[in-house]
């Protein structure tokens, strides 16, 4: 549930709008994946913090968190704790969480990444609207889980609650 503010922010010219409450999304995760899974678009190659390419078709086969996110982002920053944590512990049974940055160069991203002690491949998303587009980019934080066989099992828009990604997780594993 998406919660329109009257002063918009603005990411590349679109408006963004603040999430409900992480009690509100936790209480939405209850069934886990959609009814009707789409296809994830995978079809992305984006620079990491370090200039590798990733590919994120390759990534097919693992449980994948996409997490879209800034560095100016309060709820994004809230998350990074959670996302650290849940990567070291389910790293071994196939968790893969990827952050796409839509926002910074990557100076400013390697500083914020070792800063918050990221254990997790963080990706240049900025000047990407494609990768943008066809998640349907329209708050930040937004999360997706997609399940090994590359479907989308659901997507988060605003800040999730740990525990209830937890649950999501582990549901795919």
């Known amino acids: 549930m998406l919660v329109a503010v009257p002063a918009l922010a603005l990411l590349a010219g679109r408006p963004i709008v603040t999430a409900a409450p992480p009690a509100v999304i936790a ?3 209850d069934d886990v994946c959609e ?3 789409q296809p ?8 990491d913090i370090d200039g590798a ?3 994120l078709a390759e990534l097919k086969g693992k449980v994948l968190v996409l997490n879209f996110w800034a560095t100016w982002c309060v709820p994004c ?3 990074i704790p959670d996302f650290v944590d849940l990567q070291t512990r389910y790293a071994a049974e196939g968790l893969r969480l990827v952050g796409v940055s839509v926002d910074d160069p990557v100076k400013k991203l390697k500083s914020y990444v070792a800063g918050h002690k990221m254990n997790y491949p963080v990706l240049q998303g900025r000047g990407h609207d494609d990768i943008l587009d066809a998640y349907a980019l329209s708050t930040l934080p937004m999360t997706v889980l ?3 066989d590359g479907t989308i099992c659901t997507k988060y828009a605003g800040p999730i609650a740990k525990d209830a990604l937890e649950r999501a997780i582990k549901s795919l594993l």
């Open 77 to 79: 920053e809230a998350e």
């Open 27 to 29: 209480a939405a995760v």
């Open 146 to 148: 997609i399940g090994r």
């Open 53 to 55: 390419t990733v590919k």
């Open 40 to 47: 994830a678009r995978l079809n992305f190659a984006l620079k």
């Open 35 to 37: 009814n009707h899974p």
